[in-house]
């Protein structure tokens, strides 16, 4: 018969793959998804699709007898007792843990962290957590998607599904019925154009700013008063991003010059201007290859900024696990903010 796709066990986990098994089974059978009187796979078939050892899927099976949600027959197999154990309140048990490990994933802690934390203060087993929530991210390069995905799975609990801004149309209209994202992530500057290409699919679009790390800020922070500085990157969105964050840090004591692209002759003007660039490591090689050695070049590889991050959780919790997806009072104010700086830029710029 077909496993279910959705069982996984993690042999790095300090939940023992017995009880990861046990719980999700359990979770496959109350949800329906192994009905009543289903047989299940043999006790071969789930060791090889899962890649452990037979004896321990054996003692599963047991502990799933002894608990009243299968039963043998003899001859026939292990079937799904046809009046399995019903927990109280299923939804709402799913809802408040995937709660507790989207907060828990704000304040840095893995689920892995949060399951042995209840384990030493509860002393009850934890169950494992499975069904990743998912999230769409829209980008205007690969490089880019890749880079905030990683973050963004770095930090929360999601599996993050990449598309490339010039094809988010296609991709919505193609393959994204109503619910599918919990949310959509993109930056700022992509907003509008999001939005538009998202409407009726759900959740909501929220928007980031790659923000400068507080050690860039620092150093800025120690230059001294009327300090030209400059912004190069090899993307043109990256390098606005990034002075807008500088700009929002209201240094006194710098000159923000604006930004550039790292190719075409742009950059040598502005870099002539400057006393420091502020870059990637990427754009640093072409920043120095024109400066030469006294232009002073600040490395800031950019981080996608807490406050979206923040943002995103806050939403993925108050869906409480299912429901339609509504955005957050939050997220409306932001989102409003965002666009009324971005007309302003464009205007004054």
């Not at 996984?8 to 192994?34: C, M, N």
């Not at 003899?74 to 939804?91: C, D, K, N, Q």
Request: hydrophobic share 45%; net charge positive.
């Amino acid at each position: 018969m077909k496993i279910p796709l959705n069982l996984h066990v993690d042999a790095h986990s300090p939940i023992p793959i017995r009880r990861q098994l046990t719980e999700q089974l359990k979770h496959v059978i109350e949800s329906g998804a192994l009905p009543q009187k289903q047989t299940l796979p043999s006790i071969r078939e789930l060791a090889s699709f899962l890649g452990i050892n037979a004896n321990t899927v054996a003692r599963v099976i047991e502990d799933l007898k002894r608990s009243g949600y299968v039963e043998a027959r003899r001859g026939s197999g292990v079937f799904v007792a046809s009046a399995p154990p019903v927990r109280l309140s299923p939804r709402l048990r799913e809802g408040f843990l995937q709660d507790v490990v989207m907060r828990a994933a704000v304040l840095g802690m893995s689920a892995d962290d949060l399951a042995v934390r209840v384990l030493s203060l509860g002393g009850v087993p934890p169950r494992a957590i499975d069904g990743a929530v998912e999230v769409l991210l829209v980008e205007c390069s690969p490089a880019e998607l890749d880079f905030f995905a990683g973050q963004l799975e770095a930090h929360l609990p999601i599996r993050v599904d990449k598309v490339l801004l010039g094809n988010v149309a296609t991709v919505a209209g193609r393959r994204a019925p109503a619910g599918r994202w919990r949310a959509a992530v993109t930056s700022f500057c992509h907003l509008p154009e999001v939005e538009r290409a998202l409407k009726g699919k759900g959740g909501p679009v929220i928007a980031f700013l790659a923000e400068a790390h507080l050690e860039t800020l620092h150093r800025l922070a120690q230059l001294p008063a009327g300090t030209r500085v400059a912004v190069a990157s090899d993307a043109v969105d990256t390098a606005h991003s990034l002075v807008h964050s500088l700009a929002n840090a209201a240094l006194p004591n710098i000159a923000l010059l604006g930004a550039c692209h790292t190719e075409g002759t742009a950059l040598g003007r502005l870099v002539r201007r400057a006393e420091v660039v502020v870059c990637s490591t990427a754009a640093a090689e072409r920043v120095r290859e024109i400066a030469g050695p006294g232009l002073q070049v600040i490395i800031d590889d950019r981080a996608l900024d807490q406050r979206a991050i923040e943002q995103l959780a806050v939403h993925l919790v108050r869906q409480n696990g299912g429901g339609t997806a509504v955005t957050p009072p939050a997220a409306h104010k932001r989102n409003k903010r965002i666009r009324r700086n971005r007309t302003k830029e464009k205007r004054h710029g």
